[in-house]
């Protein structure tokens, strides 16, 4: 069933490929491949916009984040209510209208127009293409995983993981990988390369619309859902009011008597512990020898909740004749171990952090992190110079305003309750989405809604990869070659190159993500951080302070990149992992706003002024 | 007959320009005004107390109502007020061509 749904959507998708391209072709190929004309009305541009910014991490990290956490997630993600006014008020006004007075099709285009500087031009577009290459690894990553959970357990579909397994076997490059994931890896990509491809800009808006819609829809259903089956959001809250959380323990299994000789489990299968009512969940898929001999430990987790564990027990599968021994100490979380109330409560319970999930300066961080990245992203400036006209501004933002109010905050009330429907999902939070979809709709005898259900997150992830792509190949054709190459080329000679430009990022994309990226959440961080720290006061500079200068704007687009890679590399130097230093607890991204502002300010100060005829072109008479 | 022409469309670009300017301090404004609510309601209440169970207003804790859920709802509405009433329409200008010529 969600192979067919899966299959319908996609239908879709390619079907409004075709007509972009129909309406399309009697247009300017440049500007209607990379901006649509800039003709964007009302439902495209704040749908567009609105599927854009939830990407994959809204409907994987971002669940994952409140069922493991729980309510003070909501805190986390507060900032979301001014983003529609910040973020899409903030620039687009003047951005649509400056982009319209330099003609400028993209945003390092805007940048060199604007200062008649080649130099911030080629800065801004290595800089795009830079960054977007760590958001397009992790989106698609991100669009393989989610296929791969949207089709486990399909039989046709395992067909084909064998098949791709035995052929790729033994093969240089791709033979070590998972073929369950390279599959999904390959059809999702080649689907988005390809509707990107043939229907540039127009299409990806309109697929866009398309996903925006679907989301919302399956929030929607899943909130209805979820209050039924847990009896009430006040029940609910009480529920978790009681819980603590789970152990992290070592086990060793084994069969019972007159067992077969060999058993197999899979991860996150559930199993008795021997000498108690106690139950852990599998880390790690496990063979259990039924031959006299200890088998090997492995990892799994142990539910400490009470209401938690009978759900749990109900789980563990009747004709599964194996208990598992705990080995040495069960590893509590290093804030909220045995505390009651840690769900429902700030700081929120966490395993490595001994001050918990959220203090006072990192939801400063995050309020101004959702906020202005999010006004700083390249990907969303270019959606601002594409809409038709203010009224259409207007409209949008409150559109945009309802949709993400829609969005985000039942998300939360969604998720905390999945910690009572789903225990032991610590072991895969990640999946946490489509597994309730397939809870809640099972419970509610409707199990053919899991498809639609689970179509939301692809449809997040497919509409910010064809986004981040078209970014990307926009980058190398208009901003490169174009501008720097061959600043004669013909539309024909400009068309073919934008298609192979295109498909090549996106096999280049494919390739970096053959073995998948260990830090898919740290990655959009990283990169939607280094965007918003290169661009957003630059840009907001450029657009409102007539003073500022070319060398000023380079400088703040430098400062702000250096800082957060330099916050960046402290990070890996101190822990070894990808993740990045808080100075005074505040994100890298702050920071680097911080010092960009400083370095545009005074840089522009100490250089020559722009020309009065450049800055008259675009302020008028001041 | 141009140049007076040019000029005031040199005028008007500096009238929306100016009032681009006003929009955007509004907006940092009420950026400041709800970060401060969040953070402070929150960071006073959030942490709750070890004994006394989680207080339930509208079926969620008590200070997701007031420090989150309200907060939400009132921007909501400002931002409605804001983008339908305070934010002022512009004239854009033509689309312009790629080779960078367009007229705001």
């Known amino acids: ?622 | 007959m141009e140049e007076s022409q040019d000029g005031e469309e040199r005028e008007d670009l500096a009238a929306s320009f100016r009032q681009s300017r006003k929009e955007f301090r509004f907006m940092l404004v009420t950026w400041v005004v709800f970060a401060a609510w969040t953070l402070t309601y929150n960071g006073l209440f959030a942490k709750g107390s070890d004994e006394q169970p989680v207080e339930i207003v509208l079926g969620m804790p008590k200070w997701v109502v007031f420090g989150v859920a309200i907060p939400w709802a009132i921007a909501l509405a400002l931002t409605v007020w804001f983008a339908l009433f305070y934010m002022k329409d512009t004239d854009l200008g033509e689309p312009a061509d790629e080779n960078g010529g367009g007229e705001a």
């Not at chain 1, 959001?233 to 529920?239: E, G, I, S, V, Y």
Request: aromatic share 12%; hydrophobic share 50%.
């Open chain 1, 1 to 622: 069933m969600a192979l067919v749904s899966f299959g319908i959507y996609l239908a879709f998708v390619f079907l409004l490929a075709i007509l972009a391209n129909r309406v399309g072709k009697s247009k300017s190929f440049v500007s209607e491949y990379f901006l649509g004309s800039k003709s964007i009305g009302l439902w495209a541009f704040a749908l567009t916009y609105a599927a854009t910014a939830a990407s994959g991490g809204s409907f994987m990290g971002f669940p994952s984040l409140i069922y493991t956490h729980g309510w003070v997630v909501a805190w986390w993600i507060a900032g979301y209510m001014v983003v529609p006014i910040i973020a899409l008020g903030l620039l687009a006004k003047r951005l649509n209208q400056v982009g319209r007075i330099a003609g400028a099709i993209t945003v390092p285009e805007l940048l060199r127009r604007r200062f008649e500087s080649r130099m911030v031009g080629n800065l801004a577009t290595a800089v795009v293409i830079f960054f977007m290459f760590f958001y397009l690894m992790a989106q698609f990553k991100a669009g393989a995983e989610i296929m791969a959970t949207l089709l486990d357990g399909v039989p046709v579909y395992q067909e084909f993981v064998i098949a791709v397994e035995s052929v790729t076997t033994g093969l240089p490059l791709i033979g070590e990988a998972k073929a369950d994931y390279l599959l999904c890896l390959i059809v999702f990509a080649v689907s988005v390369i390809v509707y990107t491809t043939f229907g540039g800009f127009r299409a990806v808006v309109w697929t866009d619309v398309m996903q925006g819609i679907v989301m919302g829809i399956g929030v929607v259903v899943m909130l209805v859902l979820v209050l039924q089956q847990v009896g009430g959001l006040r029940n609910a809250t009480k529920q978790l009011d009681e819980m603590t959380p789970p152990k992290f323990v070592k086990v060793v299994l084994s069969a019972s008597p007159g067992a077969s000789e060999e058993i197999r489990l899979p991860r996150g299968a559930w199993v008795f512990v021997e000498g108690g009512d106690d139950v852990v969940r599998l880390d790690s898929a496990a063979v259990i020898q039924n031959s006299g001999e200890k088998n090997e430990a492995i990892e799994a987790l142990l539910i400490t909740t009470p209401s938690a564990k009978e759900r749990a027990r109900k789980k563990v599968g009747e004709d599964v004749p194996v208990v598992a021994a705990i080995q040495g100490e069960p590893e509590g979380y290093a804030y909220g171990d045995g505390k009651k109330g840690v769900y429902v409560h700030a700081p929120g319970p966490d395993r490595k952090s001994s001050s918990g999930f959220l203090g006072v300066m990192l939801a400063l961080s995050f309020f101004a992190f959702w906020n202005f990245s999010g006004a700083g992203q390249p990907s969303y400036m270019v959606r601002q110079m594409a809409f038709r006209d203010t009224p259409t501004l207007r409209r949008s933002i409150v559109m945009v305003a309802f949709y993400f109010s829609l969005i985000y905050f039942p998300l939360v009330i969604i998720f905390t309750c999945a910690r009572i429907l789903l225990p032991g999902m610590e072991i895969h939070s990640d999946r946490v989405m489509p597994e309730m979809a397939a809870v809640l709709t099972e419970n509610a005898g409707v199990p053919w809604l899991a498809g639609l259900l689970v179509a939301a997150p692809f449809a997040a992830v497919m509409s910010s990869v064809d986004s981040f792509l078209l970014l990307v190949s926009s980058g190398v054709v208009r901003d490169i070659y174009q501008e720097s190459i061959n600043p004669n080329a013909s539309e024909k000679q400009i068309k073919r190159l934008t298609y192979i430009v295109t498909v090549t990022v996106g096999v280049l994309g494919v390739i970096a993500v053959i073995y998948p990226v260990k830090f898919l959440q740290d990655l959009i961080v990283f990169a939607s951080g280094g965007l918003g720290g290169c661009f957003l006061m630059p840009m907001i500079f450029t657009l409102f302070w007539p003073r500022t200068t070319a060398k000023g704007v380079a400088a703040g687009i430098v400062s702000g990149g250096v800082t957060l890679l330099v916050l960046y590399l402290i990070g890996f130097f101190q822990t070894g992992s990808f993740k990045e230093y808080r100075l005074l607890n505040l994100h890298p991204f702050v920071w680097s706003v911080v010092v960009s502002t400083i370095a545009i300010f005074f840089v522009s100060r100490i250089t020559p002024r722009i020309p009065e005829a450049l800055k008259e072109r675009y302020f008028g008479k001041l």
